[in-house]
């Protein structure tokens, strides 16, 4: 008999090294495409927490005091460290998340080291300004928050660190990053690379655990601000308790955004758009366009040609599989959550044009696969199109009128992305700057670049992340007036 295999344990990242709790308290994490505990990891405790907040102040007097051009250095060493380990790194995301090799591999990694090189570059050119008000002048300091946190969703894990480190590091701050308790160790080996890059220790630490150790992060008053990406309901309970202390916040959360595809629109891209917008990683992407409206005189086209792909081009299976491009749901529990969507879509009457269930691969049965689902015949007041499911679930619509589209379109508490597919040019920026949404594609769908602001409109968000306004979101102006006469004073 073999002897069981023990899962590692891993240990929150303070101060430059692996720290032991002193409560003992772990947790599991599972691997969803073969439901096995692939590693341990311990929990944030009392212990921990002060040592991560004092390791923070430590890290925060070096950092701070260093010229943007030494921090730039450090940092563009560790996004050399990052892509020379994509696929290890990438590895662990598969395992982590569910997700296809095929888009960790090329992806999550790259996209990341991507906006932390943005920054790294950007923040040496970060200038105030100086004005002369008569024979006096002032002018302008963009200084550092202090100790910032971050708090990650489980989809793009160690993405997601690294777009809230970037900017926060940049900019001389210091973060306490705590990832899903779903996807804890790629922000663990993000802190690794940093260290080795140089990056002084307290700089980025990690701490692990559930909502408990969130909601010590936005309460906790050392804590001068908080980027949290996550669902709509938690980032509003993050914003309150970040209140007491007032702090500042950017918030990046969840959509149910509008795919919008005209007569004219070239039918094939407009297909190719909606896939990616919904079957990428699994539908587990925040701003997936989950309500695609089709004008009449192309739907049936539009859904012949979706049906034919969706069935004949879509692989679930081992997410290591370099052929596989439908991963597994994040957990069990998701997979139920995201089923339960599909059975309401059927019983309030939207009718299934593909998938609606879930998925067994025989390369990886035990997985959380559910199968890429198509309803057609949507109304706008149905469960499935009003609620964000965050899988692989596509709700069409029919329109006639521009008008009535856009109106719909907006008729959500939701604003984070939009797309619109027509050949007509005029058109396509009309409908745009109509639509409620922070983040907007004219025939494309998904594309994400550094230098490109993201974050939503209405209940999607607050703040952005990535472009060139992020690096204000984590610095704070200092005004400096200069007096160059006697004080004329009535005292
Ligand atoms: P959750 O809101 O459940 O969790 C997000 C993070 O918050 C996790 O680290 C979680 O910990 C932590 N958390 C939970 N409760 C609290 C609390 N009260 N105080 C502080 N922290 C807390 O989101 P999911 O992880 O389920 O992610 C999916 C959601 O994220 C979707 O709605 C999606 O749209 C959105 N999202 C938005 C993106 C954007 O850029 N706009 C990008 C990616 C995802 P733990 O999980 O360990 O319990």
Redesign the pocket.
């Known amino acids: 008999m073999t002897p069981p295999v023990t899962p590692p344990i891993y240990q929150n990242f303070i101060h430059g090294r692996y720290l032991a709790n002193q409560s003992g308290e772990r947790f599991d994490v599972i691997n969803p495409a073969t439901d096995d505990v692939i590693y341990q990891v311990e929990v944030a405790d009392h212990a921990i927490q002060k040592a991560a907040i004092e390791s923070a102040k430590a890290g925060f007097e070096i950092w701070s005091a260093m010229t943007a051009i030494e921090r730039s250095r450090i940092l563009l060493k560790a996004v050399e460290l990052l892509r020379a380990r994509n696929d290890e790194l990438a590895r662990i995301e598969v395992l982590d998340t569910g997700k296809p090799w095929q888009e960790a591999e090329c992806v999550d990694v790259q996209t990341g080291a991507d906006v932390i090189e943005y920054f790294a570059g950007l923040a040496p050119a970060q200038v105030g300004q100086q004005q002369m008000v008569g024979d006096d002048f002032y002018y302008t300091r963009k200084e550092p928050l202090g100790i910032c946190a971050g708090?990650?969703?489980?989809?793009?894990p160690l993405q997601?660190a690294c777009w809230k480190a970037g900017p926060a590091l940049a900019a001389g701050n210091v973060l306490l990053f705590?990832?899903?308790?779903?996807t804890p160790l790629g922000a663990l080996k993000l802190a690794e690379i940093f260290i080795e890059a140089g990056v002084p220790e307290g700089v980025f630490n990690v701490v692990q655990?559930?909502?408990e150790?969130?909601?010590w992060?936005?309460a906790h008053p050392d804590i001068e601000k908080v980027s949290?990406?996550?669902?709509?309901?938690?980032?509003k309970?993050?914003m309150a308790?970040a209140a007491n202390t007032l702090k500042d916040v950017t918030m990046?959360?969840?959509?149910k955004s509008p795919l919008l595809v005209f007569d004219d629109a070239n039918v094939t891209e407009a297909v190719s758009a909606a896939m990616l917008g919904n079957f990428y990683t699994q539908g587990?992407?925040?701003?997936n366009c989950t309500r695609v409206f089709v004008q009449r005189g192309v739907y049936d086209k539009f859904i012949e040609e979706l049906k034919t792909r969706t069935e004949q081009n879509i692989v679930a299976g081992d997410p290591l599989d370099p052929n596989v491009n439908l991963g597994a749901l994040i957990s069990k529990v998701h997979q139920q959550l995201v089923l339960d969507y599909i059975n309401l879509g059927i019983k309030e009457g939207a009718k299934l044009l593909t998938g609606g269930e879930a998925l067994s691969p025989a390369s990886a049965p035990n997985g959380y696969f559910v199968a890429p689902t198509v309803f057609v015949d949507c109304q706008d007041d149905m469960t499935i199109v009003k609620e964000?499911i965050?899988g692989p679930v596509m709700s069409i619509l029919v329109f006639d009128e521009e008008a009535e589209v856009i109106k719909r379109a907006n008729n959500t508490h939701l604003g984070?992305a939009a797309g619109v597919f027509t050949q007509d040019i005029q058109r396509a920026h009309r409908v745009i700057h109509k639509l409620q949404a922070g983040i907007c594609w004219i025939n494309a769908y998904g594309n994400s670049p550094a230098e490109m602001p993201?974050?939503?409109y209405k209940h999607?968000?607050i703040g952005r992340?990535n472009g060139i306004e992020t690096l204000d979101h984590y610095t704070q102006t200092k005004s400096v007036y200069v007096g160059m006469n006697n004080i004329d004073s009535p005292f």
């Open positions: 708090i990650g969703a489980w989809n793009y997601i705590k990832p899903s308790e779903e655990g559930a909502a150790v969130g909601q992060l936005t949290f990406t996550g669902e709509v309901g938690t980032g309970k993050v308790s990046e959360l969840g959509g587990e992407v925040c701003t964000e965050f984070l993201v974050g939503g999607s968000g992340e």
